[in-house]
Structures are given as structure tokens and as C-alpha cells.
């Protein structure tokens, strides 16, 4: 019913930028929050940053290097990385929190991931 569908990963070097999107579609009633996470090998998935109509969060490694920001309009969600390190290499995956049309309970979806790879 709902699809998040992502873009923009890549390979870059150290210091260099990338911007992932992702735009949501489906029987979307309302979108409550948008979130970006990653996941590098071994390590638990984390929260980089989230979006709601009145706020954003950042992950205290990524302040002042990623800035996120969201188009109600289209439904999509941005995340501007740039100073990019080797350890923001990761699979970065979009999340949303989604009330269905019809619906009134809000329920979390997932986007496949896009890999980040960062060379020193």
C-alpha cells in the first residue's frame, strides 16, 4: 500500500558530498514523521536524522555536516550529507511513519536501502 523508494547513494570520497532522496507513494492519508538510518556491517541500525512538520533531530556524529528536509508537496524526503567520513559509510534507509487513507493509526515503513561508501 505505501512504497518509500530511495536515491542518490554512491561512492565518494572523504570530505566530498552526497545527497539521497526519497519519495513515498501509495494510500498515503498523512505522513506523521520522515527519518533517515543506516546500518554499516556489524553494527545495530541508528537514527541519522528525522523530520516532523514542527521539528528536526540529528544524530550528535552527523550535526553540522548532514542537513535533512522534506517537500509535504511531493511527499519526499532529502538528506544532504556533505565533510563526509569514512565511518558514514553505510546502507542508509528511509523511514516514515504513515496514517493510510481511511485509516487513523500511524504505522512505520521501510524504503530497500541505498549503500554509502565513503574512501579515505
Known amino acids: 500500500q505505501v512504497q518509500l523508494v530511495e536515491s542518490g547513494g554512491g561512492l565518494v570520497q572523504a570530505g566530498g558530498s552526497l545527497r539521497l532522496s526519497c519519495a513515498a507513494s501509495?494510500?498515503?492519508?498523512?505522513?506523521?514523521?520522515m527519518a533517515w538510518y543506516r546500518q554499516a556491517p556489524g553494527q545495530q541500525r541508528e537514527m541519522v536524522a528525522s523530520?516532523?512538520?514542527?521539528?528536526?533531530t540529528y544524530a550528535d556524529s552527523v550535526k553540522g555536516r548532514f542537513t535533512i528536509s522534506r517537500d509535504n508537496a511531493t511527499n519526499t524526503v532529502s538528506l544532504q550529507m556533505n565533510s563526509l567520513k569514512p565511518e558514514d559509510a553505510a546502507v542508509y534507509y528511509c523511514?516514515?511513519?504513515?496514517?493510510?487513507?481511511?485509516?487513523?493509526?500511524?504505522?512505520?515503513?521501510w524504503g530497500q536501502g541505498t549503500q554509502v561508501t565513503v574512501s579515505s
Open positions: 523511514n516514515a511513519d504513515i496514517i493510510l487513507m481511511g485509516g487513523t493509526i500511524r504505522r512505520p515503513y
Open positions: 501509495g494510500r498515503i492519508r498523512s505522513i506523521i514523521v
Open positions: 523530520i516532523t512538520s514542527s521539528d528536526t
